[in-house]
């Protein structure tokens, strides 16, 4: 695995109609099963969707998307304590994951195995793309995939086979991100100086014209991420975390 391979990669919005065969998919987690694991618990499942009557649904959850409508499979991660603690009962073992730092567990499994995917996928030649949308809507996600207890949708990834008509997009200076020994409180200034590469690069110039917004700042504040939103998507989570017995 060399370096260019996480230099140059980027998401993919734009799959062509060419298949992934099964056996491509299966191997694909079957290594991201190698992925790193709290107390090698694996507590996560992932659920396939590629039929195309499932997929209409599920993507219409997703908003209908690009990514998602266009993808030849869409897979969706869940932190699960289930199945470990239906083991746990059938060994004569009483669990005690019915809580937030078992919840907390098992989506950390779940996001380092969709990432792990990721890679994998990509360095097999597919696509990928994260569909941020899985919160807005894990409770109609979850009843649609008749998810059990303890099963929470976290993550959902589109996959495919790319069109390469894609450009990276920006990202922070390194700089921003890297801290040593403690957190460095940076000024105002440098903060600033920090984003100013985001804030030029052209499609986010773009977005703050078509949203006729004076600031990238207030495109994701008022725009994107808005309050509203935001506490209504934490409030219907929290709502699904105690209908599955997390909370």
């Not at 996480?6 to 056996?23: E, I, L, Y």
């Not at 919840?103 to 996001?111: E, K, N, P, Q």
């Not at 949708?153 to 020994?181: K, M, N, T």
């Amino acid at each position: 695995m060399g370096k260019d391979y996480f230099s140059n990669r980027m998401t993919v919005r734009n799959f062509s109609d060419r298949r992934v065969p099964d056996h491509v998919l299966t191997d694909i987690i079957e290594r991201a099963m190698r992925a790193p694991t709290c107390g090698n618990m694996q507590l996560y499942s992932v659920i396939v969707t590629r039929e195309s009557a499932m997929k209409s649904r599920l993507s219409a959850m997703h908003f209908n998307q690009p990514a998602s409508t266009g993808s030849d499979v869409i897979l969706t991660i869940c932190a699960d304590f289930q199945r470990f603690s239906r083991w746990c009962e059938l060994s004569a073992a009483t669990p005690c994951y019915n809580n937030f730092h078992s919840f907390i567990s098992a989506l950390t499994d779940a996001v380092i195995f969709s990432q792990q995917i990721v890679t994998i996928a990509e360095m097999e030649g597919l696509g990928t793309c994260y569909l941020g949308t899985v919160n807005y809507n894990a409770a109609d996600i979850s009843s649609l995939l008749e998810l059990p207890d303890m099963v929470v949708p976290v993550a959902s990834l589109a996959i495919g086979y790319p069109i390469c008509d894609e450009r990276q997009v920006e990202r922070l200076p390194v700089e921003a991100v890297l801290h040593f020994e403690k957190y460095r409180h940076d000024t105002d200034e440098d903060l600033l100086s920090l984003f100013r590469a985001k804030e030029e690069f052209p499609d986010n110039k773009k977005f703050i014209k078509e949203n006729n917004k004076p600031s990238l700042a207030s495109v994701f504040t008022d725009i994107r991420y808005p309050k509203e939103m935001n506490e209504k998507v934490s409030h219907e989570f929290i709502q699904l975390l105690r209908d599955k017995k997390f909370l």
